[in-house]
């Protein structure tokens, strides 16, 4: 009796010490540089990560003085990083980056336009993520402005 006692309590921690080796390490993170169009650092701004293949956004963060950014503890896959200015409109967003186990992907975000990081612009501004019937696949970002408030059919 006490030989399957031991066993048991033996198998307990080896799985238990396995299982949380294996959950600390099940995801990666996310670090960058968010900057405006002449190169200077966008600090104080809100980061979104969006996941690829859902189009959620799945945490968010915020930079740094210098511009900096590190989004930790991301399951693995491909997401898309938004830079959203004080105004809450998103002034940059990134390639794909792709998160693996374990690992850190990094990238540099760069604002669409001057205009946009402070939060003032003369006209609309479109961001669109295409995703292609849930097939995991960014088909293209567009970033616009025009110096009309009104709407295009008008």
């Keep these: 009796m006490r030989r399957l006692i031991a066993v048991a309590l033996a198998s307990f921690l080896v799985f238990a010490t396995t299982s949380w080796t294996a959950a600390a390490q099940s995801t990666g993170t996310i670090t960058g540089v968010a900057k405006a169009t002449a190169g200077q650092p966008l600090g104080g701004h809100s980061v979104r990560v969006r996941s690829v293949r859902t189009g959620d956004v799945v945490a968010t963060a915020r930079t740094s003085a210098d511009g900096s950014f590190v989004v930790p503890s991301l399951a693995p896959g491909s997401y898309v990083v938004e830079i959203v200015n004080a105004a809450g409109r998103i002034v940059g967003t990134s390639a794909i980056?792709?998160?693996?186990?374990?690992?850190?992907?990094?990238?540099?975000?760069?604002?669409a336009s001057?205009?946009?990081?402070?939060?003032?612009?003369g006209g609309g501004v479109l961001t669109a993520i295409l995703v292609a019937a849930g097939a995991a696949v960014v088909i293209g970002v567009i970033v616009a402005t025009n110096g009309d408030d009104a709407s295009p059919s008008q």
């Design 114 to 121: 001057t205009e946009l990081v402070g939060g003032q612009s």
């Design 97 to 111: 980056a792709t998160v693996v186990e374990g690992r850190t992907a990094s990238l540099t975000v760069t604002a």
